[in-house]
């Protein structure tokens, strides 16, 4: 018997810090571990007790890279429990900066984050040599997301303007319009963007994945919708426990999701919600995709940076039919008032699902917090694909090895700082 290790100390270009141990025998895979071992942050026990007002303050530093997926998430959340409804000028401005969270965090996820893994680079900076044109127009791509995100929500990180029942403040057309113009030059960079990400050399593969994600009937679900998977489910938020459970697993501190009833691992993301609502994206962003040869479904994990890309180009679309159509709500929020129960809200954060339940008492006070976030409902997942690519690329050497374990953990995407963090590869070869 040939025994090999494979240590990597530290994943690069993921959000967080863990560590993967993958062990094969003749050959063989039999074992493969993405141990996540930070210590739990405790943001559901420290929101026990916060006025339920706070909620979308707190839940937004979670994520750096994703605090309008925690805002949202906790304002429907809190919006169920309260019993009340938003005017149709607040959804749309909440969908408006969420397309620019889905600009700025795809378009780093895309560039800065996996291009460099299909091209053989370490980095994006090593990229920019040879890709300068590429790695600029990622740039000012991901600047006029931030810069919709800080007109709608306040400032570029951690925005301050969403409550519950709406936001603090409505912007005006005029302090929209200067955006709207650097969009429809950010809508020629993502066009260009899927092109790239098109021409990337890619594995062929085709996984079995079961897709979940949230579905609208008339438009490409972001900041709402009711829950839907290939398997057939069609759920609202509330009936989300009845059917996804999370386990503690041995060798990490992030849970595992998984379907009740024996379903097993499931994705969530770019890939479940194109293969669940293609037909619902803009006429640019399906011209795109059709360019790109993505057809109406895509299994291939390693084409998932196409898809993201189709999702910038998209996002961006829609942000620009926003504004063309936006009115300011007067008044930006209405009036919220507590009452004991019980609620569930959800969005899609740019790496998936990202569900919320609270429960309060009478006076408003949190009593219960519950937050399922993306990451680790593609946890089981990633960790299936990490098999399947160490049993397709054993006979590589260390480096390659390496390198391609690396490039499938980041076909997710995966923000561990949510969840909690990330990663270490140790294989031993028996």
């Not at 409505?170 to 113009?181: D, G, H, S, Y």
């Amino acid at each position: 018997m040939s025994e090999r290790r494979l240590v990597v100390e530290a994943l690069a270009r993921v959000e967080g810090e863990g560590a993967m141990h993958v062990t094969l025998r003749d050959g063989r895979v039999e074992d493969v571990r993405l141990r996540i071992y930070e210590p739990p942050r405790f943001f559901e026990a420290f929101l026990r007790g916060r006025r339920f007002t706070e909620v979308p303050d707190i839940t937004a530093r979670i994520c750096g890279i994703c605090p309008v997926a925690y805002q949202v998430s906790a304002v429907n959340a809190m919006e169920d429990a309260c019993a009340i409804d938003v005017p149709d000028g607040v959804r749309a401005l909440r969908r408006l900066i969420y397309c620019a969270e889905w600009i700025e965090s795809h378009t780093l996820h895309v560039f800065m984050l996996h291009a460099p893994d299909y091209l053989g680079y370490s980095g994006a900076i090593e990229m920019a040599r040879d890709h300068a044109d590429v790695v600029e127009g990622a740039l000012t791509l991901k600047k006029t997301g931030n810069e919709l995100l800080a007109v709608v929500g306040g400032r570029e990180i951690h925005p301050i303007n969403q409550r519950v029942g709406g936001f603090h403040r409505a912007p005006t057309p005029a302090e929209l319009a200067p955006v709207a113009e650097r969009l429809k030059r950010a809508r020629e960079l993502a066009r260009e963007a899927v092109r790239f990400t098109a021409s990337l050399p890619v594995p062929e593969l085709e996984q079995d994945y079961e897709f979940v994600a949230l579905c609208a009937p008339d438009r490409y679900a972001i900041e709402d919708g009711r829950l839907r998977s290939s398997g057939g489910l069609d759920l609202d938020a509330r009936r989300y426990e009845e059917h996804f459970a999370e386990e503690h697993v041995e060798h990490s501190t992030a849970l595992h999701s998984r379907l009740r009833d024996g379903g097993g691992d499931y994705l969530v993301g770019p890939l479940a919600r194109y293969a669940l609502s293609s037909d619902r994206l803009s006429d640019v962003a399906r011209e795109a995709a059709a360019e790109a040869g993505l057809g109406p479904v895509c299994r291939n994990p390693y084409r998932s940076i196409v898809v993201r890309a189709v999702e910038i180009l998209y996002a961006v679309d829609e942000a620009l039919r926003l504004i063309a159509a936006y009115e300011p709500p007067d008044p930006p929020a209405v009036p919220v008032a507590p009452r004991a129960g019980a609620g569930c809200g959800w969005s899609e954060a740019p790496r998936g699902l990202l569900w919320h339940r609270y429960a309060i008492d009478e006076a408003g006070a949190i009593l219960e917090a519950r937050i399922v976030p993306p990451t680790s409902q593609n946890q089981a997942r990633i960790e299936h694909d990490l098999r399947d690519c160490v049993e397709r690329f054993a006979s590589l050497d260390d480096d390659e090895l390496r390198a391609r374990c690396e490039q499938t953990i980041r076909n997710f995407d995966p923000c561990i700082s949510c969840a909690t963090h990330f990663l270490r590869l140790t294989v031993d070869r028996r």
